[in-house]
């Protein structure tokens, strides 16, 4: 059983950085999972953005936010990041971290986080 939860949303200008954390607890630590992040924008579908293997070694991106967006995740501490620059009012969302035992860019992780807001203003 993994426990997530994400830190680090809030209200930024379009052409700022944001940086999301997303902590792991439980009996089964995140070094044994692929990591991912979510968005879901109102009224829209839940997307991906980001997923890293449990060894850090596979990342992928979805292409929207190659280049503005980097995923990092320190075994250590239990915790992946989104580090989020350039940022534009479409990225505003609710951001979900999510683990599992197979990396995926789909929406079919076993764990959740709550989501946490971004809010990029014009």
């Known amino acids: 059983q993994v426990q997530l939860v994400e830190s680090g949303g809030g209200v930024v200008q379009a052409g700022g950085s944001l940086r999301l954390s997303c902590a792991a607890s439980g009996r089964t630590f995140s070094r044994s999972y692929a990591m991912s992040w979510f968005r879901q924008a109102p009224g829209k579908e839940r997307e991906f953005v980001a997923a890293?293997?449990?060894?850090?070694?596979?990342?992928y991106y979805a292409d929207s936010m190659k280049g503005r967006f980097t995923i990092s995740r320190d075994n250590v501490k239990n915790t992946v990041y989104l580090q989020m620059n350039s940022l534009k009012p479409e990225d505003t969302a609710v951001y979900y971290c999510?683990?599992?035992?197979?990396?995926?860019?789909?929406?079919?992780?076993?764990?959740w986080g709550q989501g946490i807001q971004v809010t990029v203003s014009s």
């Open positions: 890293i293997s449990l060894s850090g070694g596979s990342i």
């Open positions: 999510a683990a599992d035992r197979v990396l995926s860019m789909k929406d079919e992780y076993d764990y």
